[in-house]
């Protein structure tokens, strides 16, 4: 045996031995949260190696996130002693562009083709809805696109779509019309958005098998984390790449020397690469991006002899947690039914708070969080989660008034800023000259006189010559448009012409199919945001928040310089398709001390020492949109399910009597989830009306109030709360809403609008004496970032920090 074997299966229960060790063609490993899957599969790839089963390069294993494919690499390069390479371990996503990167032209499409994101998509699609005048009959460009969203993933193209369509309903045929020119406009622009990366592939294999088998030869095995979310389209993908090759393209690709001596069989085929896919139905939360939990229930019919491993003993959370996971999912019609357990003990009880409004529950989160800090737990291992991204805002003002540090994983969008967008557009534009949509978008950005005429006048005169849109600005002086307009086009097209033959690189490395000679990424921007002025038209603004968007481009340019030094001899296209692909828990930086929070969705995969779970109420959980749809308050029970187990050794779970929504404060009423919970597993550790030492300010009616669990004799803890609710709706519309809400917090200060600047003096009652190094935001939302003479650096919300300008 190899002195890494040991290593390999030590420290593991004997089911997940089990499935580390068995081989055969098809490994379904089932399993409920923090029962080690994620781990079996890790381990499992470094087994396939060291014991030389599979080189590297033979192995595809597939993750939710770029983070989660980092973290297993790390993990299989740690269980070998050895650096790995060759791996593909990645998203569907990533592993899919990779692939069409190579093979693009097979299908008529450019290499360097571009990756629309979500806004990309609804620009294209507003712009089509109103050429159509399709929004009279109801379209939106949103509704659009998660119709179009949805047939792709179920690999129906807009010909079959066609076929299908009834040619009397004048909705569907307008619906045709949009989705036909959709998928032109895309295919002109040699662009491809996010869910054609994973349809477009599967029509590939489909269409050319010869390209097929060439992946089909080289990855012998296949590996897919959380499973119960793979979509129609993905699970197509793994069905193709699974696929035995038949003799007579075996005996093909043998003519060309591309064959691996020894792996056919007697009958000359290729056998199919062995799949292992690991998951758990009660996680299922993709229903809505078209995840089919069949893939799970149907494995074993689709891959016959399949070998199935149970998994059952959870090494994540306590048993208290575990006990709440269990209830609440418990509920759930229509599933195998499987308790979590653990041999570490009960741990503490949850901790429930209710508050009389989202500002009075963040400052419970926010409270507790300094609890657990001081004894000792690390920021980072603290997770507040919720499930919408509005409900950050009254966990950010807390957070930045207690000077807690936090990230909003999945928030901050960096790539979706106009001004970011706009220079990527410059890059896009250079690496994908067909790209129509990057190119108007730079064409008057900023500013050279380009107006909407000339803008519809190139498009049109592109449109009738059969020529690009680029080319049509290269042939702009034949339009009349003007010598300053057409001066102004023509400068345009030759700063991108040059910036293009920047990136060529030298003949020795063309021949030899390196990037050597080929100007940096960084370099490329460096001179388009000179010479097209973007940079300069910002820093010369007279409008203050474009110092911000400055910034902002400058730290894009920083950005492009650490990809340039972490990644030797990588081109433009390689950095465009590392920006699309980042999602939002790619975010997440371990070393940062900060707490992280992110929504419900975002958490999946993921474990913290402490987790708060925020807004338990009617409408968020289950959330209003999903309550009344058939399989929706299923669905968002296994959110809460994802959510209650990321936890290990804390749970908290809190909710507001009043939230504000859409502008308007209404009362909320705790999710019919918590009362699925075993009242003992939950110490309602505080409740509304016992606050009265924060703040102070509450009006007295509240202040002998009792929340859930404290509700005394009787156990009538929920009715006594309606009661309650009822006397708090009646004061709520005695008083005028905002006042209202500030009472009750007894939290929220307000500066109005002091103004503060760079250089000047404040004190702070915490604090003490510092200088304001800088103020960035916007309104009421402007932050500043002090220098404390004693305290350090801080963030502050100016309007509601306790501060006074000196
Ligand atoms: P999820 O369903 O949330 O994705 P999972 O089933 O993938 O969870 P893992 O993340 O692999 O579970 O494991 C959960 C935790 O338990 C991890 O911290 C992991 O290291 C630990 N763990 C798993 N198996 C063992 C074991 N046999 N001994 C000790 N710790 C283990
Ligand atoms: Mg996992």
Known sequence: PHAASDRLTDGLNPQQREAVEYRGPALLIVAGA??????????????????????????????????????????VQALLGDSAS????????????????????????????????????????????????ADTMGFTPAGAQSKISKLKNELSDVETYARNANTNDPHEVMFLEIFRQYTRRLRDASALDFDDLIAETVYLFRAFPKVAALYQRRFRHLLVDEYQDTNHAQYALIHELTRPVDPMIVAELDAHGVLVQGMTDASGAIPGASLTVVGDSDQSIYAFRGADIRNISEFERDFPGAKVVLLEQNYRSTQNILSAANAVISHNFDRKDKKLWTA???????????????????????????????????????????????????????????????????????????????????????????????????????????????????????????????????????????????????????????????LVPNAEAIAAGTNEGAAKVSDVLAFLLDRSGLLETLRNSRDPQDETRAENVEELLAQTKDFDRENPGATLVDFLTQVSLVAAADELDDASGTVSLMTLHTAKGLEYHAV?????????????????????????????????????????????????????VAVAMPSRYLQEIPEDLIDWKQSPGMATSRGGTQPRALNARRGPGQGGAGGGAWGTRDRDLDRFSVMKSAAPKAEWANKVTGTVRDNGDLTLEAGDRIRHTDFGEGRVMQVTGEGTKRIAHVAFDTAGQKKLLIKIAPIEKL
């Not at 599969?41 to 494919?69: C, G, M, V």
């Not at 299908?107 to 050429?131: N, P, Q, V």
């Not at 009960?346 to 609890?371: L, N, R, S």
């Open 34 to 75: 923090g029962s080690g899957k994620t781990r079996v599969l890790t381990h499992r790839i470094a087994s396939l190696i060291d014991r030389r089963e599979a080189w590297p390069s033979q192995i595809l294993a597939i993750t939710f996130t770029n983070k989660a494919a980092a973290e297993m690499r790390e993990r």
């Open 86 to 133: 060759g791996m593909w371990i990645s998203t569907f996503h990533s592993a899919c562009v990779r692939i069409l990167r190579r093979e693009a032209e097979a299908i008529g499409l450019s290499s360097t083709f571009t990756i629309y994101d979500s806004a990309d998509t609804r620009t294209i699609l507003k712009r089509i809805i109103k050429e159509l005048d």
């Open 344 to 502: 570490d003990g009960d741990g503490e009880k949850i901790t429930g708070y209710t508050g009389y409004t989202a500002h009075d529950e963040a400052q419970f989160v926010a409270d507790e969080i300094e609890v657990l800090h001081r004894a000792g737990v690390a920021y980072r291992d603290i997770a507040v989660f919720y499930r919408t991204n509005a409900q950050t805002r009254a966990l950010e003002e807390i957070f930045v008034r207690s000077a807690l540090p936090y990230r909003v994983v999945g928030g901050t969008k960096f790539y979706e800023r106009a001004e970011i967008k706009d220079a990527m557009a410059y890059l896009i534009a250079v690496a994908n000259p067909l790209d129509e949509l990057a190119l108007r978008r730079i064409l008057n950005t900023p500013k050279r006189g380009i107006g909407p005429a000339t803008e519809t006048a190139l498009a049109s005169f592109g449109e009738q010559n059969a020529l690009t849109f680029r080319q049509a600005m290269r042939a702009a002086d034949g339009l009349g448009l003007g010598p300053k307009v057409t001066g102004a086009i023509t400068k345009l097209a030759n700063v991108l012409d040059e910036a293009a033959a920047m």
């Open 612 to 664: 708060f779970l925020t807004g338990i109420e009617e409408g968020l959980l289950p959330h209003q949109m999903s309550a009344t749809e058939p399989g929706g308050p299923a669905e968002e029970r296994r959110l809460f399910y994802v959510g209650i187990t990321r936890a290990r050794k804390r749970l908290y779970l809190s909710l507001a009597m009043s939230r504000a929504q859409f502008g308007e």
